[in-house]
């Protein structure tokens, strides 16, 4: 079955500038891959998402780029600011259905 | 976006005592329900696919006797913690897949509940 890893576990980085969170997978049958900001006690949200028919996509200060050949996917925010302070899951996805979560980063932007 | 609700929000049963979770899609029918387990600081962990009118699909190492799971209708899922024991003590949330034309991938998450077994 896919296996979804995910690096750094935890990012501390000053406000304004970039973070990138990176993950790979073990399926290449998987065609879908979103990524979740979790805030401490709340439920997931969906930030941005790819498929695999392209390469990058962004949205204002978030962007998600695929390596479809490495099997890795990155979430880069630029500009970052304290309340992107959250954990994030990335996640793939071969039907649509049934989502593999990575393990997590904590990431805290600090003032 | 599509709204998926959760009852309760937090829970505190005595061990050996059964708990039912409620998901709800409230705007959207869901055909589809997921159910997932987090524990503190780690990741969400699928336990079962919920298909309105179906038997649901559970992970290997899910026990499906423990976990029950009934999709009666397109926008309720449940899911029963039968028996419950301390180490059942976890957040568990659910998903629903909405088949929303250019959004056929999206899944959106309930608010989750806080399940302490004592």
């Known amino acids: 079955g896919e296996n979804v890893e995910q690096h750094p576990s935890t990012l501390s980085v000053q406000e304004g500038d970039s973070a990138v969170i990176k993950c790979t997978y073990s399926?290449?049958?998987?065609?879908?891959f979103p990524w979740y900001k979790q805030e401490l006690g709340k439920r997931p949200q969906l930030i941005i998402d790819?498929?695999?028919?392209?390469g990058e996509k962004k949205d204002q200060r978030i962007a998600v780029t695929l390596n479809k050949t490495a099997k890795h996917f990155s979430l880069h925010i630029t500009e970052t600011q304290p309340e992107d302070s959250a954990v994030y899951f990335c996640a793939a996805s071969e039907d649509g259905q049934n989502f593999v979560f990575g393990p997590g980063t904590r990431l805290s932007v600090l003032p | 976006g599509a709204v998926v609700s959760q009852h309760p929000s937090r829970v505190i049963c005595k061990s050996g005592t059964s708990v039912k979770i409620e998901c709800r899609s409230l705007?959207?029918?869901?055909?589809?329900m997921f159910w997932y387990r987090q524990f503190p600081k780690k990741s969400l962990m699928l336990m079962a696919t919920?298909?309105?009118?179906?038997?649901?699909?559970?992970e290997q190492g899910v026990e499906k006797d423990k976990f029950l799971i009934n999709h009666a209708s397109l926008t309720l899922s449940t899911l029963t913690v039968t028996s419950a024991h301390p180490e059942d003590s976890s957040f568990y949330i659910c998903?629903?897949?909405?088949?929303?034309?250019?959004?056929?991938?999206?899944?959106?998450f309930g608010p989750g509940t806080r399940l302490t077994v004592l």
């Open positions: 705007d959207f029918q869901a055909t589809t």
């Open positions: 399926d290449s049958a998987s065609n879908y």
């Open positions: 790819i498929r695999s028919n392209v």
């Open positions: 998903s629903a897949r909405a088949a929303l034309a250019g959004d056929w991938n999206e899944q959106f």
């Open positions: 919920s298909n309105e009118g179906s038997k649901a699909t559970y």
